[in-house]
């Protein structure tokens, strides 16, 4: 059974203070792995589509990279408007499989 | 665009009650999804469409049930609600299995 386990569940950042969040994933036969952001009241936002080992993708502040096991999103230089709960999934034949995602906070 | 509209946004219902969330899309997606989420508990698929007429199950698809007779809508409905389905439910869509477009959600207690 394909699974996603992210770390930490929350985490709690000084605006400025860089930091990782960790997306460990089984699958078989990985077709993808895919960040979502979560914004609090809202539905998931596409982020980042990762396919390969050692591929990278950034947007602004955020870089994500994949390795054979796990992924991180590496934010740097936070903003408080980073702050957000971040969705890793991977698919699984005609459907994503989320993790529980990790809850950022980013304090001014 | 109005992307992806679900309804209601809230609702509160008795046990044993049942109801319709509505959920369309005008991005004429063949993919569709309704997920279920609790605190902490991350997203759980509860049914899912490739196209219409073709309806799969999720993970959780007990005390559901769901139809696709057109591209644009992807109805959930609940039968003899229980206060296990209190959550927060989201319809997505997608033409690409992973870059899936999400409504705002409907937040439903039952009690």
């Known amino acids: 059974e394909d699974q996603v386990t992210q770390s930490p569940e929350a985490l709690r950042l000084q605006e400025g203070e860089s930091s990782s969040l960790n997306c460990s994933y089984t699958v078989s036969g990985l077709r993808g792995l895919f960040w979502y952001r979560q914004d609090p009241g809202k539905g998931p936002e596409f982020l980042f589509t990762l396919y390969s080992a050692g591929e990278e993708k950034e947007k602004e502040r955020l870089k994500a990279t994949l390795t054979k096991k796990e992924s991180f999103l590496h934010i740097t230089a936070p903003k408080p408007e980073d702050s957000a709960t971040y969705l890793c999934?991977?698919?699984?034949?005609?459907?994503?499989?989320f993790g529980k995602g990790t809850k950022l906070t980013v304090n001014p | 665009n109005a992307g992806v509209t679900q309804t209601p946004k809230f609702r509160i219902l008795k046990i044993g009650q049942s109801m319709t969330l509505q959920c369309t899309q005008d991005?004429?997606?063949?993919?569709m999804y309704w997920y279920r989420q609790d605190p902490g508990m991350g997203l759980k698929l509860i049914y899912y469409s490739v196209g219409a007429g073709i309806t799969d199950k999720g993970e959780v698809p007990n005390g559901y049930n769901v139809s696709r007779s057109t591209t644009e809508d992807f109805p959930l409905r609940l039968e003899l609600a229980a206060p296990s389905q209190t959550s927060v439910y989201f319809c997505a869509s997608s033409s690409r299995v992973y870059e899936q477009y999400f409504g705002p959600g409907t937040r439903l207690t039952v009690t």
């Open positions: 999934a991977v698919q699984s034949l005609e459907k994503l499989v």
């Open positions: 991005m004429n997606h063949n993919y």
